[in-house]
């Protein structure tokens, strides 16, 4: 009897992580990557100059709790807090600096689409301090919602945050500083 | 106990929460500044609830704490002495005293007396009936309460109610409260009446909460308007006048009106500018214009013809008392929500509901929503921070989005008199003079409570009826 290959890939595959063969599996601490989720309210500025279209460019300065949903190694939330330049057009450049209870904080570069509602973007973890020096990883979402009222206040809600994290080669040995 | 003694003990109490919340381990998920400034706050709150500190002293003491500290940069603390609306309560505090000072007041508190005034409790009713009806022009309910103030001042002092120990009781410190917390129900009735309700609406499109203009009266009329055929009758039971009958009050206010003969020159000078202060107010919104520069331009065209003097604000004390504690506890509530604290005690309360059958977390979630403007220093504020929170924690739980969503939202505006400094609008009257910092706590507190009932034991089964 002849098996066809897509049910002969899912069968072996079966196997394997019953044996504990699946790729990767035997290797976590290799790998290291640990999985998160998380929600992120933010409230703050948007400075805008007109531009030749539609949308005005703007400096946006937001902040707001980080809440770690699901996942390990980050703890249970953060104060997040961002600087980006939104071109008006299509993209957002900016940093983002998460804080903890202790002080320990993890940085990361932001580039996304336009701030708006159901807009995307994605985040590069760059490094930290503390508990988190050498931490790399990276995590992307789609804002919920951004409300921006007229005194230039500007608030949204990024929901179903996914991303994944490890501690890089020059967080071997220590590190924190 | 001694009275000085008591006041001791209250700050040695207060002082020790404040430590004892400062030297707490930080709770995982904020930052060391969010954390201290959150013991600041409780602490400036508590003083002023226990009667440890007047709230300027408490405020003053707060601002120069938080910065020696290192918790706030000067910056972020003197924010607010610059904020567009607290400007414009200082401004509106100095045009009602000019309505009272020109004779206008008095003209108009006799025109209201003259149709409503058989009773102290008429003259209530009226003012809640009268902001009712121009709610729906009023975007801003600060603004709208420069327009009440006058009125109810004017009624008081028509009535021989002044702002003294001697005759604050006789009827105006009942209808001050009445001006206060009338703003609580008319701006829930109306989309249009307060800036938090639209931010609401656009905010809860995104989990399928929609309203317009006819469904938010449809859903808001039934609790809403139960709620303001008591409440001036319960503020009236709980705190009564010291002049309740008056059925030889309109005869005389009629009286009186033919006596003062046409209106002045200062009058009609004051009362132009007023009219289209209170027009460009509620044109705002269509105009662009901002409410704050219409305040100030009223009142250079009141200063420039001499109908306001250099020495009638040099007597306004009370206005730069207001204006420094309110600024202070908005900028401290400010930075408390920046520093994401309002959005981590929102989240975490709703990871803790999980589980729970929908309707016991939709008492909660309201309950919860309404107990954390104790936090706050404006309901648009608290709308940005934890409407969208509240709702989607709601959604997860079952909770039909729409009920939950105009729950929360009415809440808003039911909320404003929990504490003085509950919302902007309030700090007219709490700078009147007629009231003390405790039957502000006290009567806020007991409005909050009555709106609230009425909307979780009248309003929610009407929600369920029309907002599903």
């Not at chain 1, 044996?19 to 290797?27: C, P």
């Not at chain 1, 290799?30 to 460019?57: C, D, I, K, M, Y």
């Not at chain 2, 409790?121 to 009023?138: E, R």
């Not at chain 2, 006058?150 to 009445?178: Q, V």
């Amino acid at each position: 009897m002849r098996l066809r290959p897509a049910l002969r890939g899912v069968l072996l595959a079966s196997a394997a992580s019953l044996l504990g063969l699946r790729a990767g599996a035997g290797q976590p601490a290799a790998e290291g990557w640990r999985p998160f989720t998380a929600t992120w309210t933010l409230s703050g500025q948007r400075s805008v100059l007109a531009t030749e279209g539609e949308r005005p460019a703007s400096i946006v300065s937001l902040s707001g709790p980080l809440t770690i949903t699901g996942g390990e190694g980050l703890g249970r939330g953060f104060l997040g807090q961002v600087i980006g330049f939104d071109d008006g057009a299509v993209l957002l450049v900016g940093r983002a600096v998460f804080s903890d209870e202790h002080g320990d904080r993890i940085f990361c570069t932001l580039k996304a689409e336009s701030i708006g509602t159901g807009r995307r973007a994605a985040a590069t973890v760059t490094g930290g301090t503390g508990r988190y020096a050498g931490l790399e990883g990276s995590f992307s979402f789609a804002w919920q919602y951004v409300v921006d009222t007229d005194g230039g206040e500007v608030t949204g809600r990024a929901m179903n945050i996914e991303g994944r994290t490890r501690q890089g080669p020059s967080a071997k040995g220590g590190g924190n500083p | 106990m001694t009275p000085g003694a008591k006041t001791l003990l209250a700050r040695v109490g207060v002082l020790a929460l404040g430590a004892a919340i400062w030297f707490c381990p930080v709770p995982e998920g904020l930052t060391p500044p969010a954390w201290h400034l959150f013991a600041i706050f409780a602490a400036t709150i508590a003083s002023v609830i226990v009667g440890a500190f007047p709230i300027l002293t408490a405020s003053v003491l707060a601002l120069g704490i938080s910065v020696l500290s290192g918790v706030l940069t000067p910056a972020k603390a003197y924010a607010g002495f610059s904020n567009g609306t607290i400007l414009l309560i200082v401004v509106a505090f100095l045009v009602a005293r000019a309505i009272v000072k020109c004779g206008l007041g008095q003209r108009l508190g006799h025109l209201v007396v003259s149709l409503f005034g058989r009773s102290t409790l008429g003259l209530g009713y009226s003012i809640f009936l009268l902001d009712a009806v121009i709610a729906p022009a009023f975007p801003s309910d600060t603004a709208r309460s420069g327009v009440l103030y006058p009125l109810a001042l004017s009624l008081a002092e028509g009535g021989g109610s002044k702002a003294d120990e001697a005759t604050r009781k006789k009827m105006g410190a009942y209808l001050m409260f009445c001006a206060m917390a009338t703003l609580s129900l008319s701006s829930a009735l109306w989309l249009t009446a307060m800036a938090g309700n639209p931010l609401g609406l656009e905010i809860g499109r995104t989990v399928g909460f929609k309203g317009s203009f006819g469904s938010w009266l449809l859903a808001s009329s039934v609790p809403t308007l139960c709620a303001l055929a008591v409440l001036p009758l319960l503020l009236y039971k709980i705190f009564p006048p010291e002049v309740k009958k008056t059925p030889e009050a309109p005869a005389a206010a009629r009286k009186a009106l033919a006596a003062m003969g046409p209106l002045s020159v200062e009058e009609r000078i004051v009362a132009a500018t007023f009219v289209v202060m209170v027009l460009l107010w509620a044109l705002a919104g269509t105009l662009k214009i901002d409410l704050t520069a219409v305040a100030f331009a009223g009142l250079g065209v009141l200063l420039a013809s001499g109908a306001l003097t250099l020495k009638d604000i040099g007597q306004q004390g009370d206005v730069l008392a207001t204006f420094m504690w309110f600024a202070i506890l908005y900028t401290l509530s400010g930075q408390l929500n920046a520093l994401g604290f309002m959005g981590f005690l929102g989240q975490r309360l709703g990871g803790a509901l999980g589980g729970l059958p929908w309707l016991a977390a939709y008492v909660i979630l309201v309950l919860a929503y309404v107990v954390l403007h104790y936090l706050f220093v404006s309901q648009t504020a608290h709308v940005l921070a934890l409407f969208g929170v509240f709702l989607g924690v709601g959604a997860q739980l079952g909770v039909p989005v729409p009920v939950l969503g105009f729950a929360l939202l009415f809440s808003t505006c039911y909320f404003s008199t929990i504490t003085p400094q509950a919302s902007s609008a309030n700090v007219l009257v709490v700078g009147s003079g007629y009231l003390t910092q405790g039957e502000l706590y006290r009567l806020g507190t007991i409005t909050t409570v009555f709106n609230v009932l009425v909307l979780l034991i009248v309003g929610t089964p009407w929600l369920l009826l029309v907002a599903r």
